[in-house]
């Protein structure tokens, strides 16, 4: 008989695993503060961000501030941080509003999940501008050929850094399993008896906590199907949108841009 598991996010945060998008937030703008402490200038993450950090400050100072912050929206009204989306004259707002940690925020696409209240679903987010993008440019010139091209260079990068990010966590995870391994193998395993049952784990998640239950109990047969990819082959993960139901898919597909499909869940699954 075949047993279905699905894995979700829940899994990895029930390890004690920081991977929701708004604990990358957060601890991405700890570590740009912290870089900010060795440049007595601007501190330049690519073209991303900006980070500033006074000269009163060190590390254990910015580590206080940021064990405090649980949420993005505590990040951007916190007393200690000031985060402008404009970088027109910094030197005069870092004085202007007096607040040890400055940022500055470049990249058009993370600018505006910031403002918006949607970033704990960041590649919701991404289709939201993207269809915003389509029919902006139908509006401006309807025979135009509308091109996302800058719009997904922007997502790639932030992409990016939540797959470096998750890598970090992963390397936690081997010590945290030790302390929940029985407890979750007695979960997933309590009604199977039958040790020629096939288990089938349906994995939506990027990290490879499930891989060290798989390993260490050979007593069940089981395959693993990771939806979205996994860490351990990096050009296998799946990260973009999955709505081809949207009214505006159709549309999509005809304008010939193929910059509007290439973060599309269903172009992925085909092509992996």
């Known amino acids: 008989m075949n047993r279905l598991i699905i894995i979700g996010n829940g899994f990895d945060l029930a390890h004690g695993l920081k991977t929701s998008y708004e604990d990358f937030l957060i601890d991405y703008f700890k570590k740009v503060a912290i870089n900010s402490l060795y440049y ?7 073209e991303f961000i900006d980070g500033y950090s006074s000269e009163n400050y060190d590390n254990r100072n910015i580590e206080t501030i940021f ?28 004085f202007e509003n007096r607040k040890p940690i400055y940022f ?3 990249n058009l696409f993370f600018k505006s999940l910031l403002q918006s209240n ?27 050929r509308p091109n996302p091209k800058e719009l997904n260079q922007e997502f790639s990068i932030l992409k990016n850094k939540i797959y470096s990010y998750l890598e970090e966590q992963n390397a936690k995870s081997e010590q945290l399993i030790n302390s929940k391994y029985q407890e979750f193998i007695d979960s997933m395993f309590r009604d199977i008896n039958n040790l020629n049952d096939n288990v089938i784990f349906l994995n939506f998640n990027f990290t490879r906590t499930l891989n060290h239950y798989t390993k260490l109990n050979h007593q069940i047969y ?16 799946i990260f973009g949108y999955g709505d081809d139901s949207h009214k505006l898919y159709p549309e999509l597909e005809d304008s010939e841009v193929d910059d509007y499909l290439i973060k599309m869940h269903i172009v992925n699954f085909t092509s992996n």
Do not use: M
Request: contains cysteine.
């Open 40 to 46: 007595s200038d601007l501190y330049e993450d690519d």
């Open 67 to 94: 064990s405090k912050i649980k949420t993005i929206e505590e990040l951007l009204n916190n007393n200690f941080i000031f985060i402008s989306f404009s970088n027109d004259n910094w030197r005069r707002k870092i």
């Open 104 to 106: 500055c925020v470049k």
């Open 118 to 144: 949607n970033w704990t679903d960041i590649e919701s987010f991404y289709f939201q501008k993207l269809t915003i993008e389509f029919n902006k440019s139908k509006r401006v010139n309807q025979y135009a």
């Open 222 to 237: 089981h395959d693993v199907i990771n939806i979205h990819g996994s860490l351990n082959n990096p050009n296998s993960l």
